[in-house]
């Protein structure tokens, strides 16, 4: 089981970028895949999950209204949306799998320590 996070790069403050996260070994389907950042000298915090059954979720009030969580129509690809971004989005934004559906419904520490397996991550800097 491989977790693949794509799309970051260097873009200005405003700008978008969209995420790719493309699972190999298993089915998008049946899991609740999530998207996390990890900011210099900050924790990891959970950015948004989607599982099939449950939906979407968002847990960084920051986001809300510009990054959007979605899987395309096979089910092969999560994608992050990230519209009008900030100095502050910058980080290393990864993505994981948690073989319970349900996992989405957590938050925090729950949330990372309930992801069965990770991807490497990708840098996302957002400057001027």
């Known amino acids: 089981v491989q977790l693949q996070a794509s799309g970051g790069g260097l873009v200005q403050p405003g700008g978008s970028l969209r995420l790719s996260c493309v699972p190999s070994?298993?089915?998008?389907?049946?899991?609740?895949i999530g998207w996390f950042r990890e900011a210099p000298g900050k924790e990891r915090e959970g950015v948004s999950c989607?599982?099939?059954?449950?939906?979407?979720?968002n847990y960084v009030d920051s986001v809300k209204g510009r990054f959007t969580i979605s899987s395309d129509k096979s089910q092969r690809t999560v994608y992050l949306q990230m519209n009008n971004l900030k100095p502050e989005d910058t980080a290393v934004y990864y993505c994981?799998?948690?073989?319970?559906?349900?996992?989405?419904?957590?938050?925090?520490?729950?949330?990372?320590?309930?992801?069965?397996?990770w991807g490497k991550g990708t840098q996302v800097t957002v400057s001027s």
């Open positions: 070994g298993f089915r998008v389907y049946y899991y609740a």
């Open positions: 989607i599982s099939s059954a449950y939906g979407q979720f």
């Open positions: 994981a799998a948690s073989s319970w559906d349900r996992m989405c419904m957590y938050r925090d520490d729950v949330l990372d320590k309930g992801m069965n397996y």
